[in-house]
């Protein structure tokens, strides 16, 4: 089968090869992948992983072949999967039927793809604080994949939600998506904040700290910004809220089937912007990494 593999001779650390089909574990679904997306996390050339290991986190397709310990959807079922150990950016995956949710009519191949890192993230994040119901919740990097699902996901949930962007335009739609204020960078923020969803990092997430309220919060996601956060002496001390390291986790199959089942309803907006063939990789990591999408990229896989 084709599939995109680790290769660090490669311009991205990629290329499309050949590579044996999967043989699937007896708790796992053989999917003929339809189509991928792109996460900050799997588009970096494999991270150090050994050349020729097919990569990437989130795929969706149709199951050609059922768990042979019974679990899991039967053939011709339409699914969504993940996993991080890599194999979904190829023709045929092997996954755990825990990794995984059959998909609701209405909700296609693209937009599934779009879900498992991102939405399960911002919303098993979001879930760390608690109730919001009233609550200021900050969401940086929120024209990204996961600032996207958290707005929407924070704002569901009775939050007053502020977006932080880059730049102006990179915050068009985000107040109809639901933020209650849209701002750049960390200009106008006032606090308290009950939580930060923190895609970005650096000196943005160090302002962010020192509005937190004494209970409140910050979920450090990701570094997208490349710069460090330099605290004050003293910054960190005194009644102040927490910084807490964020890993999604596995186990993704029922919050999949949630994050789904708002997408099919109509109450969960996947934007893509980035949208095309496998073949045009190289395109679409490059427009990832360079912070030129709002919203997910999307490969067709043919």
């Given at each position: 089968?084709?599939?995109?593999?680790?290769?660090?001779?490669a311009?991205?650390g990629?290329?499309?090869g050949?590579?044996?089909?999967?043989?699937?574990?007896?708790?796992?679904?053989?999917v003929?992948v339809?189509?991928?997306?792109?996460?900050?996390?799997d588009?970096?050339?494999?991270?150090?992983?050994?050349?020729?290991?097919?990569?990437?986190?989130?795929?969706?397709?149709?199951?050609?072949?059922?768990?042979?310990?019974?679990?899991?959807?039967?053939v011709?079922s339409?699914v969504?999967t993940?996993g991080?150990?890599?194999?979904?950016?190829?023709q045929?995956?092997a996954?755990?039927?825990?990794?995984?949710?059959?998909?609701?009519?209405?909700?296609?191949?693209?937009?599934?793809?779009?879900?498992?890192?991102?939405?399960?993230?911002?919303?098993?994040a979001l879930?760390?604080?608690?109730?919001?119901?009233?609550?200021?919740?900050?969401v940086?990097?929120?024209?990204?994949g996961?600032?996207?699902?958290?707005?929407?996901?924070?704002?569901?949930?009775?939050?007053?939600?502020?977006?932080?962007?880059?730049?102006?335009?990179?915050?068009?739609?985000l107040?109809e998506?639901g933020?209650?204020?849209?701002?750049v960078?960390?200009?106008?923020?006032?606090?308290?904040?009950?939580?930060?969803?923190?895609?970005?990092?650096?000196?943005?997430?160090?302002?962010?700290?020192?509005?937190?309220a004494?209970?409140?919060?910050?979920?450090s996601?990701?570094?997208?910004?490349?710069?460090?956060a330099?605290y004050?002496?003293?910054?960190?001390?005194?009644?102040?809220?927490?910084?807490?390291g964020?890993?999604?986790?596995?186990?993704?199959?029922?919050?999949?089937?949630?994050?789904?089942?708002?997408?099919g309803?109509?109450?969960?907006?996947?934007?893509i912007?980035?949208?095309?063939?496998?073949?045009?990789?190289?395109d679409a990591?490059?427009?990832?990494?360079?912070?030129?999408?709002?919203g997910?990229?999307?490969?067709?896989?043919s």
């Open positions: 089968m084709r599939a995109l593999l680790v290769d660090s001779s311009k991205t990629l290329r499309l050949e590579v044996a089909d999967p043989t699937p574990a007896p708790n796992q679904v053989l003929e339809k189509a991928i997306s792109l996460n900050y996390g588009s970096g050339g494999g991270y150090g992983a050994e050349d020729g290991k097919v990569q990437g986190w989130d795929a969706a397709g149709v199951v050609v072949k059922a768990a042979a310990d019974g679990s899991g959807p039967e011709g339409r969504v993940f991080f150990g890599g194999g979904g950016w190829a045929l995956r996954v755990d039927t825990a990794e995984l949710a059959v998909l609701p009519d209405g909700v296609d191949f693209a937009q599934a793809a779009a879900l498992p890192v991102a939405a399960v993230t911002a919303l098993r879930r760390r604080f608690g109730s919001v119901l009233g609550r200021r919740i900050l940086t990097g929120a024209a990204g996961v600032g996207r699902f958290g707005v929407q996901l924070a704002a569901q949930s009775g939050a007053h939600v502020i977006a932080s962007v880059g730049s102006v335009a990179r915050g068009e739609g107040k998506l933020a209650a204020e849209v701002i960078g960390v200009e106008g923020l006032e606090g308290p904040l009950h939580g930060v969803l923190d895609n970005v990092g650096g000196p943005n997430q160090v302002v962010a700290y020192g509005l937190l004494e209970d409140g919060s910050i979920q996601i990701g570094a997208t910004s490349g710069e460090p330099v004050p002496p003293y910054a960190t001390v005194g009644p102040r809220g927490r910084l807490e964020f890993m999604m986790g596995g186990g993704l199959g029922e919050d999949l089937a949630y994050v789904t089942s708002l997408v309803a109509g109450r969960l907006d996947v934007q912007g980035f949208r095309g063939s496998w073949e045009n990789f190289e990591i490059a427009a990832l990494l360079g912070r030129k999408v709002v997910k990229a999307v490969l067709d896989v």
